[in-house]
């Protein structure tokens, strides 16, 4: 495809990561003497052929590959339109223009943490240590019992505690879940079946194990998703899984723990100020 691309009117489509810095990026990526395949010029700025895969994966979950050539060419065109814009933008200096300097510096260390954070997820995790984790697990009995439980996710602690204030009430909690979850189990009435607490998020898999059959939480459990409410409907014991049905769980957590570990060095390492936001009482 040459470079006088005929733009044919398309709605524009500004995904937040690249409509800013694709402009930025490709310049001194296409030029630098790598081996890239440049896929069309914009007054001439190259686009490579990198950037429109992961512009057709973001758009579509696809390989470029995976793709007719009628779509690989909407979307290639797509990437030619934000790169007219930011050209233009730059040139009306909104480049220079501080809020748009924050979002790029913002999207700057979001794509960078991002690939770091994949890196480690990446790296292999021996074997030798996935089976030293098991072997712990089956001691301490994390996996010698399963739970048949229920949840309702909320947005807010304050949601969740109208909803235990409404169970405190004798309202039915699958009825509440129904109404009132934001979670995939809504519809079953907040079921999650049967689970094992050491396979699930830390902070909810610990209040499952505390919990009396037929008791609900009565403080809401926070997890990265949001606000519980968890009911314990029954539990019983179970056969230790194999070491071959654990890899895939052990292989995540110890990869988990690698990536908390590696930032809580970080900060422990680094010089970090937080300034506070004056207030009148400061200057008193």
């Known amino acids: ?18 409509a800013l810095n ?15 395949r440049i896929v069309a010029r914009v007054n001439d700025e190259p686009i490579s052929e990198t950037m429109l895969e992961l512009h057709v994966r973001r758009r579509t979950g696809k390989s470029l590959d995976g793709i007719s050539a009628d779509k690989r060419e909407t979307l290639l065109l797509e990437l030619v339109e934000m790169a007219l814009i930011a050209q233009d933008a730059r040139s009306n200096g909104l480049a220079d223009d501080p809020r748009v300097r924050a979002r790029m510096r913002n999207m700057h260390y979001a794509v960078l943490a991002q690939a770091m954070l994949e890196d480690l997820k990446g790296r292999a995790v021996s074997e030798d240590r996935m089976r030293e984790r098991f072997n712990e697990a089956v001691a301490s009995g ?14 807010s602690a304050e ?4 909803v235990i204030e409404a169970l405190d ?7 509440l879940a129904r109404e009132r979850s934001h979670g995939p189990t809504a519809s079953r ?3 999650l ?3 094992v607490p050491g396979e699930m998020v830390a902070t909810f898999g610990e209040a499952i194990k505390e919990l009396e059959v037929g008791e609900y939480t009565h403080e809401p459990i926070r997890t990265r998703y949001g606000h519980h409410v968890i009911k314990l409907e029954d539990r019983r014991e179970r056969e230790p899984p194999r070491f071959e ?7 995540n957590e110890l990869a988990e723990e690698r990536i908390n570990a590696y930032v809580r060095d970080l900060r422990q390492n680094a010089d970090v100020e937080l300034y506070r936001p004056k207030n009148d009482s400061d200057s008193e």
């Open 1 to 18: 495809m040459n470079a006088q691309l005929r733009l044919c009117g398309l709605v524009l489509f500004l995904p937040a990561l690249l």
């Open 22 to 36: 694709a402009c930025e990026q490709n310049a001194s990526t296409a030029d630098s003497g790598e081996d890239v």
């Open 142 to 155: 994390e996996h010698s019992q399963e739970f048949h439980a229920r949840h309702i996710l909320l947005r």
């Open 159 to 162: 949601e969740a505690r109208e």
């Open 169 to 175: 009430d004798g309202a039915d909690f699958a009825r």
């Open 189 to 191: 009435g907040g079921d």
């Open 193 to 195: 079946g049967w689970v």
């Open 245 to 251: 049905q654990m890899t895939g769980h052990l292989r």
